[in-house]
């Protein structure tokens, strides 16, 4: 491991990622550290394919509140609920590290940081180096070195350790590893016997975004399966019945989840038909 996170209870703007030789401020959310382990120190030169992008240098320390980047409210005028606003463009420029990240849990189970990285080094079989951050509540943030790499997990969806469904979704500005926050994921979906005249990428896309937010069109599906299904990466809410058909100009197409267990009666995730106590008895 190659990263390690120093000086953890400090303001953001103090908190400071150090990998290999490089220093990266810590992004803007909630972080609950692990107990504390020596940092190992890299013994090893990073390697030669490993990407130097959106690695930005140490921000210089400027006051956010006088350039009204940063504005402090209170909600209903009280100073025990401190409300900070942030300026979209400063977000955006403190996201760059990360928006190419993902977030994972273990569905209804928590692992430690060394299991999961443990797991993840296991399953993934990656040719580049990733990094993972532990964020509290059995979430992980997961940075990859390579495009390919992340691309390379995403088209493995499902992923199972320990017998339970690894939950994977984009990492985004506003997400907060609170223990209530909803668990979304990436899922492949079929859509089955669709239309041939409908096998394209673009209106593929447009199909995913009636399903979930669009992630990825299967195009080797869209050669190899032309006809039995069209097959689509998107995110879904689990906490929420999943779509099940899709109309197009008035046709219904069946969709599938692949490797997620879904009712087919209520729709919801984690249940089978035989467990589910929305069904009459
Ligand atoms: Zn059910």
Redesign the pocket.
């Given at each position: 491991m190659y990263q390690y996170i120093v000086n953890v209870k400090v303001d953001n703007s103090d908190c400071v990622i150090i990998r290999s030789t490089v220093c990266v401020p810590y992004p803007s959310f909630t972080f609950r550290p692990k107990k504390p382990t020596p940092p190992e120190i890299p013994t090893e030169q990073p390697s030669p394919d490993r990407r130097e992008t959106q690695v930005p240098v140490m921000r210089e320390k400027v006051d956010l509140l006088a350039q009204k980047l940063v504005r402090i409210k209170h909600e209903q005028d009280n100073r025990l609920f401190p409300m900070l606003h942030v300026d979209k463009d400063f977000i955006d420029e403190l996201s760059v590290p990360w928006k190419d990240a993902l977030i994972v849990k273990l569905s209804g189970n928590e692992c430690g940081f060394d299991g999961m990285k443990r797991n993840l080094d296991g399953q993934w079989g990656l040719a580049g180096e990733f990094d993972l951050l532990d964020i509290g509540n059995g979430f992980f943030v997961v940075k990859f070195n390579s495009e390919e790499d992340k691309t390379k997990v995403i088209k493995g969806i499902p992923w199972d350790i320990y017998g339970h469904h690894l939950l994977i979704r984009q990492w985004t500005q506003t997400f907060n590893a609170k223990p209530e926050t909803i668990e979304k994921t990436m899922s492949w979906v079929r859509i089955v016997s669709l239309n041939l005249v409908y096998h394209d990428e673009s209106f593929l896309w447009a199909i995913a975004s009636a399903i979930g937010i669009p992630i990825e069109v299967d195009l080797d599906a869209l050669r190899v399966e032309r006809g039995r299904f069209a097959r689509v990466c998107v995110e879904i809410d689990m906490n929420k019945p999943v779509v099940r058909s899709v109309g197009i100009n008035g046709e219904w197409y069946e969709v599938q989840y692949e490797g997620l267990c879904v009712?087919q009666?209520?729709s919801?995730y984690g249940?089978c038909?035989r467990d589910?106590?929305?069904?009459p008895s």
């Open positions: 009712c009666h209520c919801c249940h038909l589910c106590t929305y069904r």
